[in-house]
């Protein structure tokens, strides 16, 4: 298969089309977790009328899956954190025992970071924006730090781009952030125009494993690829690694042909024994899946850092 590096691609990919859901005009940049004996997933679907909405799925094996017609409807006591025009690009994490679902949460204001959390994945409370806009890829840490929540978050704007960098934020209560803490931004080749972060970070002995998603821009527009670094445990604000080569770029026919062609973007990741399993939205499209092992994983992006 052409231009593999680390990830092995699933051959039955993509394993999830707009077919799923009707009135979907696409499915991608989604998120899945294990959850009982079996997986769910919060997955973005784009809506005839171009509406972004999140939806739930469940599934035996993580590759099949069932995906609810309608949207997940959120709930608040507060009427006015309800906001969610466009919903996209959503991540879970397990906390605690609770399940925190992170996303980009747009309205007129611009992009920013929604927040809600769920138990049973029935009912789902959604909470206070944390970062207001213009702020996308919102991906929380999965223990605390210093007894502190932490959030990965990409505030844009460095005042000469429209594209920021990734910080890390800190917060004792899911509710106040602060202590913002520059982690990266972009460098060289197919991630110089812009970073984002991707999965939710898995812990490991060397560090926190951190996918993420770099932007090249040709002359021809935008491609996305996959990149991973390593952050410290403790300072996760400190890379360790960041790899110079990436870890999967768009070749295969769906990562080149969609809504947006020539785009890979990370959203999720589970780990079984020494497996890694990526999932990741192809061209704005359809999702599809990427494996790896782990200490290979590892290794290479130490091997191939700046
Ligand atoms: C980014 C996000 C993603 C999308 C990507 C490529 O800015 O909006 O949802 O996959 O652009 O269009």
Known sequence: ????????????????????????????????????????????????????????????????????????????DDPEVVVSEQSYDPRITLLDGVYYITWCNAGPQGPCIGLARTEDFVTFRQMENPLPPPNRNGVLFPRRIGGDYVMLHRPSDRGHTP????????????????????????????????????PVPIETEEGWLLIYHGVWMSCNGYLYYAGGAILDRERPWKVLYRTRDYLLGPSEPYERIGDVPNVIFPSSAIVEGNRLRLYYGCADTCISVAEAELPE????????SF
């Open 1 to 76: 298969m052409a231009n593999e590096t680390v990830f092995k691609r699933y051959e039955g990919n993509p394993i999830v089309t707009a077919a799923a859901v009707p009135r979907a005009n696409s499915i991608h940049n989604s998120a899945v977790i294990k959850y009982g004996d079996g997986y769910v997933g919060v997955f973005r679907v784009d809506e005839h009328d171009m509406r972004y909405t999140l939806h739930l799925g469940r599934s035996r094996d993580g590759l099949e899956w069932d995906i609810e017609p309608e949207p997940i409807r959120m709930e608040s």
């Open 163 to 198: 594209f920021g960098d990734i910080f890390v934020a800190f917060s004792p209560d899911l509710v106040h952030w602060g202590r913002h803490r520059f982690m990266m931004g972009p460098a060289g080749g197919w991630q110089s125009l812009k970073v984002g972060g991707g």
């Open 297 to 304: 994983l590892l290794a290479f992006i130490r091997e191939h």
